[in-house]
């Protein structure tokens, strides 16, 4: 088993951390801002072009379809929406301090019309031409009215010094004017009305940030919707990740046991069987009957040594224990376990019949990890275990909670290369495989409580 109290707590997914806003007063000049306005100005660059290309998407399908040649091109085209994606996708996590994961990569299945079928169908790729065509209104919209926000504010507020350079007009009451006209007869060309439009003005800039933060959000929203993996896709991604490394696991452990039955027992058989025909050559000569006697209680040793060896390997293939139910199983592995263990079992577990044989197995041995690791690495004095039945308010399945009072600052080691997983790693690849959860608390100094769920049933295929 491997070690993996190395840090206190787990390991936190990867991703920028958010920024605090700026304040009312700061924002005008907050670079926040500014990368937003950035932000509206690129995706305006960016629009005509994304439009164009996603009305060709569309186009081509509905026009060129008839001919197989040209569903390959609409494939092709659809296909492409995921790279305008890429691109959106990026201007959002360096202008936007939002980090939007990528779909799942598209993959070309075997085969002439399962490839036709799988571009023209590409999820992906039909979300990002449909961002595309709503976003190029939104484009539009947001850069014209924040620019014109801002550049009526600049100008209301410098208007002071630039308005005396303008034409003079004439207004209604005949008189020569020179400044900004509102109707028939309001001219700006007096202090108080020139002071009045440069507080307009510092107005409307304190109110362009948030007007440019409420169109940005328009696009998270919509990158966030419309860029990002489905939920399905991500559990599908999520199950083939953990289905492929229970597989890794699992064909790492056949190799172990074919290596220690290679190495270990079966030598021992070997040696017990030389060790037999030298005795029954000496029986059979007449030789040296208590020679013969000793050569006879080696071999009987050593197939007392290959029968422990075998029970062992087979106890970590599939425990004797399970086969009187979980809780038995737990029981006896709490009496066999070198501190105080206390396991405390839900009667509803087993009252609608047995678990699903994945199910028991991966509890079992989830629990006698945790335990291994208590008594040999955390230094805790008891560990506690805890198994539940379903409840309404976690629906169907069952929660496992194994607490000890040791030292804490527990983690999940990533595996090491050699592919097999164990320690805690090993427990999340189990648990994940049957599309259950795994949650740890390892504060340094302790506990450590380690809480999992488990369904009740398996899918066909889980491990």
Partial sequence: MTVDRHAAGTSAPAGRTPRRGPGFLTAPFAGRTWREQAYLTLVLLLAPFAFTYAVLGVGLTAGVGVTVVGLFVSGAVVLGGRGWGGAYRGLARELLDTDVPAPAPYVRPRGFWRTLGSLLGDAAGWRALLFLLVTFPLALLSFVVSVTVLATALGSITYGLWFRFLPEQEGADGALHRGAQFGPSYFVDTPPRIALLALAGVVLLFCWPWLVRMFTLLFQVLTEGLLSPTRASLRVAELERSRTGTVDDADARLRRIERDLHDGTQARLVAVAMQLGEAREHLAEGGDVGEAAELLDTAHTSTKEALTELRELARGIHPPAL?????????????????????????????????????????????????????????????????????????????????????????????????????????????????????????????????????????????
């Avoid at 009252?351 to 690791?373: C, H, K, M, Q």
């Avoid at 198994?387 to 030292?407: L, S, Y």
């Fill in 323 to 463: 086969d009187s139910g979980l809780t038995v199983a737990l029981e006896t592995l709490a009496a066999r376990s070198p501190l105080p263990v206390v396991v405390d079992v839900d009667p509803a577990v087993e009252s609608d019949g047995r678990l699903a044989p994945a199910v028991e197995s991966i509890a079992y041995f989830t629990v006698a990890e945790l335990v291994t690791n208590a008594a040999k690495h955390a230094r805790a004095g008891s560990v506690h275990v805890r198994v539940e039945g379903p409840a309404q308010e976690r629906g169907a399945g069952v929660r496992i909670q194994v607490r000890d009072d040791g030292r804490g600052g527990a983690r999940v080691v990533p595996p090491d290369g050699t592919g097999l997983r164990s320690g805690l790693a090993g427990i999340v690849e189990r648990v994940r495989s049957v599309d259950g959860t795994f949650d740890l608390s390892s504060p340094a100094g302790g506990p450590t409580v380690v809480t999992v769920h488990l369904p009740t049933t398996t899918a066909p295929g889980s491990a």
